[in-house]
């Protein structure tokens, strides 16, 4: 069975501060990894992906991936009241296989 | 720029009723999907699609549920007769290829109500 753990939160965070979002997964065969932003009673949107081990960075958000601990993370710079909403973090065993979701962590900017 | 795109937004039916639920993938992407995601949970996978076959599917996906692609744009969602616990987001995805480059584009969802 194929986890994905996440903490729940709410992660409270002050605006112009650093957000950093955990993730844990439980397949070693896992080989892509996602994290998705959801507002409430939309749809999941596409932030960043990451496969190798490392960082990869896009614009304020940086992903990190370590596959020996089974861990990615999710930092958002200069956090903005705009970037409140719950942050999914998914993985995939390649090919075209369906996505294995976290419940989300709830970020709150504070302005 | 595209987009997946879902209808209805929501469906309130009865239990024990058929209900379809249609996607349009975006245009040159070849594998869809299907996820749920009942309220305050998180985002399941339900199945998998690609070549007019199921490439995957949850134990989620049982009897009660079959997906088509009737013509060259839709892919549709058929519960066969819905429980009360079908009530959730039905949400589609789609994606170009299964390069890990390629990601997986969600449609805006529909809203399943069963009563």
């Known amino acids: 069975q194929k986890e994905v753990e996440q903490n729940s939160g709410p992660l409270s965070v002050p605006e112009g501060a650093i957000a950093s979002l955990n993730c844990t997964y439980s397949d070693r065969g896992s080989q892509s990894f996602f994290w998705y932003r959801q507002y409430s009673g939309k749809s999941p949107e596409l932030i960043m992906f990451?496969?190798?081990?490392g960082d990869k960075e896009d614009g304020r958000f940086t992903a990190q991936l370590n596959k020996a601990s089974q861990y990615v993370s999710l930092l958002i710079r200069d956090s903005q009241p705009s970037d409140s909403a719950t942050y999914l973090c998914?993985?995939?065993?390649?090919?075209?296989?369906?996505?294995?979701f976290g419940k989300g962590t709830h970020l709150i900017i504070q302005p | 720029e595209p987009e997946v795109t879902q209808t209805p937004s929501h469906q309130v039916t009865q239990m024990g009723q058929e209900v379809i639920l249609r996607c349009v993938p975006i245009?040159?992407?070849?594998?869809f999907y299907w996820y749920r995601q009942i309220l305050g949970q998180k985002v399941e996978f339900l199945v998998s699609?690609?070549?007019?076959?199921?490439?995957?599917k949850s134990e989620i996906f049982d009897d009660q549920f079959s997906v088509e692609r009737p013509d060259g744009s839709n892919f549709t969602l058929k519960i066969r007769s819905t429980k009360l616990e079908d009530s959730a987001m039905y949400f589609c995805?789609?994606?170009?290829?299964?390069?890990?480059?390629?990601?997986?584009?969600f449609g805006p969802g529909t809203r399943l109500t069963v009563l």
């Open positions: 245009s040159n992407h070849l594998y």
């Open positions: 990451i496969y190798s081990n």
């Open positions: 998914a993985v995939s065993g390649g090919g075209a296989d369906g996505l294995t």
């Open positions: 995805a789609s994606r170009t290829s299964v390069f890990p480059t390629d990601t997986q584009y």
């Open positions: 699609f690609y070549n007019n076959e199921i490439s995957e």
